[in-house]
């Protein structure tokens, strides 16, 4: 069983703080890395993807990965209250066609 | 660029009906397909993903069924729907290959009685 950890929150940050996803998963061989933001009653949209090790940013999102430790995690800057809602990890291995998703961290950032 | 669809987008049957739900991609040739549930307050379930015309592969044994006619096109079926069918059905795609992004459709919500 491929298992991807999420907490799951809620998660409360205030507005203009930093919001810290975190994501673990059990599958060593893992290679790709996905982080989903989900409205709630609306689909998963893809906001990151990471593949190497270390940090990659877009805007105010930055992933962080760490093989090593089997960690993934999210900031994010600056927060929002539209970046209120349902984030999902994902996960890769290195055959196959499947993901492994987290039960995802819902995040709230009040005004 | 792709476009992803599904339809319907809500829908409520009884127990023991039918099911048939579309998927369709547009802007892209040979995409992976997959389609998967997600239960009130649950993580994604990945029921079945296809990688060309025909080709099915099944993650959870139910009573659900898929079928590729086409090569943009994805269905999800049933002869008789549970009350545990009840969910959030999502399509994805991505392109042909180990590790790729993976796009959601807008999702079915379905709602067995």
């Not at chain 1, 996960?91 to 196959?96: D, K, M, R």
């Not at chain 2, 023991?16 to 998927?23: D, F, I, K, R, V």
């Not at chain 2, 991609?25 to 993903?49: C, D, H, I, K, M």
């Not at chain 2, 099944?58 to 009350?83: C, G, T």
Request: include cysteine.
């Amino acid at each position: 069983q491929k298992e991807v950890e999420q907490n799951s929150g809620p998660l409360s940050v205030p507005e203009g703080a930093i919001a810290s996803l975190n994501c673990t998963y059990s599958d060593r061989g893992s290679q790709s890395f996905f982080w989903y933001r989900q409205y709630s009653g609306k689909s998963p949209e893809l906001i990151m993807s990471i593949y190497s090790n270390g940090d990659k940013e877009d805007g105010r999102f930055t992933a962080q990965l760490n093989k090593a430790s089997q960690y993934v995690s999210l900031l994010i800057r600056d927060s929002q209250p539209s970046d209120s809602a349902t984030y999902l990890c994902a996960v890769s291995p290195n055959t196959g066609n499947q993901f492994y998703f987290g039960t995802g961290t819902s995040l709230t950032v009040i005004p | 660029s792709q476009t992803i669809h599904q339809w319907p987008a809500t829908l409520v049957q009884p127990v023991g009906s039918p099911l048939s739900l579309e998927c369709t991609v547009e802007g892209t040739s040979n995409p992976n397909l997959y389609w998967y549930r997600q239960a009130a307050g649950r993580g994604l379930q990945l029921l079945f993903y296809s990688v060309g015309i025909g080709q099915i592969s099944s993650e959870v044994p139910q009573n659900l069924s898929a079928s590729r006619p086409q090569d943009r096109q994805f269905i999800l079926s049933s002869k008789k729907l549970l009350l545990s069918d009840s969910g959030f059905y999502l399509c994805a795609w991505s392109a042909t290959g180990t590790g790729d992004e993976q796009f959601f459709g807008p999702g079915t919500r379905l709602t067995v009685l």
